[in-house]
């Protein structure tokens, strides 16, 4: 079991008041490691670093190119432990290893190294746009916004983390980062990096503690500059509330609803394999998850039939063996929580076609069976509600406008997919789906150079991309400057001085 301490201002620490919590592997149920549980006044002392550190200029102040030198350092500091950061991954988060390993810890990796580069290239000179005819210069200038609050959910703690990291550093802001409760492991690990890199005391703060203790000062504290919050809609608001007291800059990443379209014209094998591959990817566990598949109904009876057997036959099992697909859920809440659910959609009257109890076999570990409900009205809780597990709802639609009708009908809008050998066809329909990221032909792409992020209630902001990244984490300054040194070059000359 290890034994780990919170980084602030460039010291390791434990909890000023010694309250520390279990984070447990959800597979065998054990405890994995204890985490200090920060109090209020630890969770200050961290934003008051990060305020110094970022007001003295020392990172701040340094050259684009230093910045991206340091932040390139640690990429290869981070690569040296890339396996074993992604089993640490699979034993806190339940995640099958292969998973873990080869897309979360090297999805993480790709993201530090894109904002390592980043780093560099935006900030290399001002930008000047063009000169008025009366000797002006107006120019743009992108500062560093100044203390960012990072509040990262449980569910994909590495690619999460690194991110809510490496962006606003990369723009020359200091963090205070806060990981969750249940999965803060790996970040924690990344912070020993932090430690052994030329990243200067204060610039990097990690704090481990609850929601309503450390979350709630990061949204809060006057000191702090930005925020922001990936996690749940409830938590969001709340998070949105406590941040507009003092106006601050905020990026919201929050649920989904996603819809996963399939036109009359798929094959519809694919379509089998590609709504569970959608759907039941780390158990269902991720923001965007396109958890509602909508079918046409000249397909419709066969695609039931063939996901409910095909999905009963996905592995379920212990995240450390290569084989498995599907690892535990999170925690014995969150299970209870995707079980509640279950039994909602066998009241609101849909069609429990595959899974729907626990997987027999297992006298330890919080295993769920995939589960697919089929004659789901979009109108049922099922069908409008996160989930956040590996719970498909199946829905027929009659025509592409009906398609997109339903789809459109939610209160989530994060992502949407459409599935025909027609491109042309799926694009037209996906550009009309009102949501920040639609996927052609596929699901779980996640194109570094683009932005990622929500409308409607599934947040606000975009992260990632030259556009996330500039936008969210850099101020935008208007310069202007008269090139005239004399007096009767004024354009008021005329009107204000007399002769
Ligand atoms: P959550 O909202 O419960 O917690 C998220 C973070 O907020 C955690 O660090 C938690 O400790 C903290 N928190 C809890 N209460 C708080 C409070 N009162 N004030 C401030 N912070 C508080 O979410 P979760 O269960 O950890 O994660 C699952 C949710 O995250 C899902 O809704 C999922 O869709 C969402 N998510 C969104 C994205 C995205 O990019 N849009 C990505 C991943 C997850």
Same mark, same amino acid.
């Given at each position: 079991?290890?034994?780990?301490?919170?980084?602030?201002?460039?010291?390791?620490?434990?909890?000023?008041?010694?309250?520390?919590?279990?984070?447990?592997?959800?597979?065998?149920?054990?405890?994995?490691?204890?985490?200090?549980?920060?109090?209020?006044?630890?969770?200050?002392?961290?934003?008051?670093?990060?305020?110094?550190?970022?007001?003295?200029?020392?990172?701040?102040?340094?050259?684009?190119?230093?910045?991206?030198?340091?932040?390139?350092?640690?990429?290869?500091?981070?690569?040296?432990?890339?396996?074993?950061?992604?089993?640490?991954?699979?034993?806190?988060?339940?995640?099958?290893?292969?998973?873990?390993?080869?897309?979360?810890?090297? &999805?993480?990796?790709?993201?530090?190294?894109? *904002?390592?580069?980043?780093?560099?290239?935006?900030?290399?000179?001002?930008?000047?746009?063009?000169?008025?005819? +009366?000797? /002006?210069?107006?120019?743009?200038?992108?500062?560093?916004?100044?203390?960012?609050?990072?509040?990262?959910?449980?569910?994909?703690?590495?690619?999460?983390?690194?991110?809510?990291? /490496?962006?606003?550093? /990369?723009?020359?802001?200091?963090?205070?980062?806060?990981?969750?409760?249940?999965?803060?492991?790996?970040?924690?690990?990344?912070?020993?990096?932090?430690? +052994?890199?030329?990243?200067?005391?204060?610039?990097?703060?990690?704090?481990?503690?609850?929601?309503?203790?450390?979350?709630?000062?990061?949204?809060?504290?006057?000191?702090?500059?930005?925020?922001?919050? &990936?996690?749940?809609?409830?938590?969001?608001?709340?998070?949105?509330?406590?941040? !507009?007291?003092?106006? @601050?800059?905020? &990026?919201?990443?929050?649920?989904? @609803?996603?819809?996963?379209?399939?036109?009359?014209?798929?094959?519809?094998?694919?379509?089998?394999?590609?709504?569970?591959?959608?759907?039941? *990817?780390?158990?269902?566990?991720?923001?965007?998850? $396109?958890?509602?598949?909508?079918?046409?109904?000249?397909?419709?009876?066969?695609?039931?039939?063939?996901? !409910?057997?095909? &999905?009963?036959?996905?592995?379920?099992?212990?995240?450390?063996? *290569?084989?498995?697909?599907?690892?535990?859920?999170?925690?014995?809440?969150?299970?209870?929580?995707?079980?509640?659910?279950?039994?909602?959609?066998?009241?609101?009257?849909?069609?429990?076609?595959?899974?729907?109890?626990? $997987?027999?076999?297992?006298? @330890?570990?919080?295993?769920?069976?995939?589960?697919?409900?089929?004659?789901?009205?979009?109108?049922?809780?099922?069908?409008?509600?996160?989930?956040?597990?590996?719970?498909?709802?199946?829905?027929?639609?009659?025509?592409?406008?009906?398609?997109?009708?339903?789809?459109?009908?939610?209160?989530?809008?994060?992502?949407?997919?459409?599935?025909?050998?027609?491109?042309?066809?799926?694009?037209?329909?996906?550009?009309?789906?009102?949501?920040?990221?639609?996927?052609?032909?596929?699901?779980?792409?996640?194109?570094?150079?683009?932005?990622?992020?929500?409308?409607?209630?599934?947040?606000?902001?975009?992260?990632?991309?030259?556009?996330?990244?500039?936008?969210?984490?850099?101020?935008?300054?208007?310069?202007?400057?008269?090139?005239?040194?004399?007096?009767?070059?004024?354009?008021?000359?005329?009107?204000?001085?007399?002769?």
């Amino acid at each position: 079991m290890t034994e780990y301490q919170m980084y602030i201002d460039g010291q390791w620490c434990d909890s000023s008041d010694g309250r520390t919590s279990h984070v447990i592997n959800p597979a065998t149920e054990e405890v994995i490691a204890t985490v200090p549980m920060a109090t209020a006044a630890d969770t200050v002392r961290a934003i008051e670093a990060a305020r110094r550190a970022h007001d003295s200029g020392v990172w701040s102040g340094l050259d684009p190119a230093q910045r991206s030198k340091i932040l390139s350092d640690l990429l290869a500091k981070y690569q040296e432990v890339v396996a074993e950061l992604g089993e640490l991954e699979s034993q806190n988060l339940g995640a099958p290893i292969a998973l873990a390993t080869m897309v979360f810890a090297g &999805t993480a990796q790709n993201r530090l190294d894109w *904002f390592a580069k980043a780093a560099a290239r935006s900030f290399e000179q001002p930008m000047p746009m063009f000169r008025a005819p +009366a000797a /002006a210069l107006p120019y743009i200038k992108r500062d560093p916004i100044g203390v960012c609050s990072q509040i990262v959910p449980w569910n994909a703690p590495l690619v999460q983390g690194i991110g809510s990291l /490496a962006a606003p550093l /990369a723009a020359g802001n200091a963090v205070v980062i806060k990981p969750a409760t249940l999965t803060p492991c790996t970040m924690l690990e990344v912070m020993k990096l932090v430690d +052994a890199s030329d990243i200067p005391p204060g610039v990097v703060n990690l704090v481990t503690g609850s929601g309503p203790v450390v979350g709630e000062l990061l949204a809060s504290h006057p000191l702090v500059d930005k925020v922001t919050f &990936t996690g749940s809609n409830e938590v969001g608001k709340r998070v949105l509330h406590l941040a !507009a007291d003092t106006i @601050k800059n905020a &990026t919201m990443e929050l649920g989904g @609803k996603s819809a996963n379209i399939f036109l009359d014209d798929v094959d519809i094998d694919l379509a089998v394999d590609a709504a569970m591959w959608g759907c039941f *990817f780390n158990a269902g566990q991720i923001c965007y998850t $396109p958890s509602r598949a909508l079918v046409h109904e000249s397909m419709y009876d066969e695609f039931v039939e063939k996901i !409910a057997a095909k &999905t009963g036959r996905i592995r379920v099992g212990d995240p450390a063996a *290569f084989d498995t697909q599907m690892g535990p859920l999170v925690s014995e809440a969150h299970r209870a929580t995707v079980e509640k659910y279950i039994a909602i959609g066998q009241q609101e009257g849909a069609r429990l076609v595959c899974g729907g109890g626990r $997987p027999a076999g297992f006298d @330890k570990g919080w295993y769920l069976e995939p589960t697919v409900f089929a004659d789901v009205d979009n109108s049922m809780r099922i069908a409008r509600e996160e989930i956040f597990g590996p719970v498909l709802c199946v829905i027929k639609y009659s025509s592409d406008e009906d398609a997109l009708a339903i789809a459109n009908d939610s209160d989530f809008g994060l992502m949407g997919a459409v599935w025909s050998p027609n491109v042309e066809r799926a694009i037209d329909l996906g550009e009309k789906l009102r949501v920040g990221n639609v996927w052609i032909n596929e699901t779980h792409l996640m194109s570094l150079d683009l932005p990622y992020g929500g409308c409607k209630q599934s947040g606000i902001g975009r992260e990632r991309g030259l556009d996330g990244f500039m936008n969210e984490y850099t101020e935008v300054k208007s310069i202007q400057v008269d090139l005239g040194h004399t007096r009767a070059q004024r354009y008021w000359y005329d009107l204000v001085v007399p002769e």
